[in-house]
T-cell receptor, first 115, second 114 residues
Framework: GDSVTQMEGPVTLSEEAFLTINCTYT??????LFWYVQYPGEGLQLLLK?????DKGSNKGFEATYRKETTSFHLEKGSVQVSDSAVYFC??????????????FGGGTRVLVKP | KAGVTQTPRYLIKTRGQQVTLSCSPI?????VSWYQQTPGQGLQFLFE???????NKGNFPGRFSGRQFSNSRSEMNVSTLELGDSALYLC?????????????FGPGTRLLVL
């Protein structure tokens, strides 16, 4: 079945440092890929997404490129802020029309940015 | 536009009881999915409803059930609660439930089973 593997945290960084969170996936078809972020006590918010190979998703300084050849969707940000401290989830949606869209999540990576 | 709302936000039950959680999707969204989040198992898909029909189901026992109403609001029910059912239950909605669509999540219902 489908699966998503992302690097375990916690990742601790200083403000303005470069952030990379690795994500690789296994899927039988051509999934859509997502990064969601979860702040303490809240639900998940979409950070960015890519729906086909070589697409780049970007939002709030975060970027990720859908790499079909390496089955990866690594998240990057050039200069993190304290407010980026959160848990980040990589996810895929295989989605066969008749069966709807089901998100398969990675285990989450906790990021802590220190001033 | 209002986001996904879930009620109640917090719930405490005892083993053997049953519980019903409610989810109101974003206006115009017809697909509603439910997920369970626990520290040990992470985020796991429970089921998805579209136009009052369950289209997909995750690997959970039959104690977990759900339904969707004609206005797209959804409920999930857990019967004969077990300690391991303690979790954050998240509801998400999307317009048509297509794989490329963003699923918008509610704040969740935190269930504690004693």
């Amino acid at each position: 079945g489908d699966s998503v593997t992302q690097m375990e945290g916690p990742v601790t960084l200083s403000e303005e440092a470069f952030l990379t969170i690795n994500c690789t996936y296994t899927a039988t078809g051509y999934p859509s890929l997502f990064w969601y972020v979860q702040y303490p006590g809240e639900g998940l918010q979409l950070l960015l997404k890519a729906t086909k190979a070589d697409d780049k998703g970007s939002n709030k300084g975060f970027e990720a490129t859908y790499r079909k050849e390496t089955t990866s969707f690594h998240l990057e940000k050039g200069s993190v802020q304290v407010s980026d401290s959160a848990v980040y989830f990589c996810a895929l949606s295989e989605g066969i029309k008749a069966a709807g869209n089901k998100l398969t999540f990675g285990g989450g990576t906790r990021v802590l940015v220190k001033p | 536009k209002a986001g996904v709302t879930q009620t109640p936000r917090y719930l405490i039950k005892t083993r053997g009881q049953q519980v019903t959680l409610s989810c109101s999707p974003i206006s115009g969204h017809r697909s509603v999915s439910w997920y369970q989040q626990t520290p040990g198992q992470g985020l796991q898909f429970l089921f998805e409803y579209f136009s009052e029909t369950q289209r997909n189901k995750g690997n959970f026992p039959g104690r977990f059930s759900g339904r969707q109403f004609s206005n797209s609001r959804s409920e999930m029910n857990v019967s004969t609660l077990e300690l391991g059912d303690s979790a954050l239950y998240l509801c998400a909605s999307s317009r048509e439930g297509q794989k490329e669509e963003t699923q918008y999540f509610g704040p969740g219902t935190r269930l504690l089973v004693l």
